[in-house]
């Protein structure tokens, strides 16, 4: 388990825009996978974005791509979603979460070290 600790939800309107950060401390942060998973009321959790920290490999999922950015800061060990045109649907508790990894291709599950959560909500 590795320490992640989320900030910067916020409640915006429609249109707006907001930046997550997540900083995970104690990591061989080289070689990892970092994600942003989102989860709102009734539905499954889903990963919004990954990137894998080896090559810096990017996923997004459709329903955000175009207008959500992942990023990181490595010497800060610091990963960030930059959200922009936001929309109702886009309201969910937001997730950091984390695994090592050797190869991009694992990115897609099996994360153990999770965040205690940022809420997003976004007005129309």
């Known amino acids: 388990q590795v320490p992640l600790v989320e900030s910067g939800g916020d409640s915006v309107q429609a249109g707006g825009s907001l930046r997550l950060s997540c900083a995970a401390s104690?990591?061989?942060?080289?070689?990892?996978?970092m994600g942003w998973f989102r989860q709102a009321p009734g539905k499954e959790r889903e990963r919004v974005a990954s990137i894998y920290t080896g090559t810096g490999s990017t996923y997004y999922a459709d329903s955000v791509q175009g207008r959500f950015t992942i990023s990181r800061d490595n010497a800060k060990r610091t990963l960030f979603l930059q959200m922009n045109s936001l929309k109702p649907e886009d309201t969910a508790m937001y997730y950091c979460?984390?695994?090592?990894?050797?190869?991009?291709?694992?990115?897609?599950?099996?994360?153990?070290?999770w965040g205690q959560g940022t809420q997003v909500t976004v007005s129309s």
């Open positions: 979460a984390t695994r090592l990894a050797y190869h991009s291709a694992l990115c897609t599950g099996g994360y153990n070290s």
């Open positions: 104690g990591y061989p942060y080289s070689s990892a996978c």
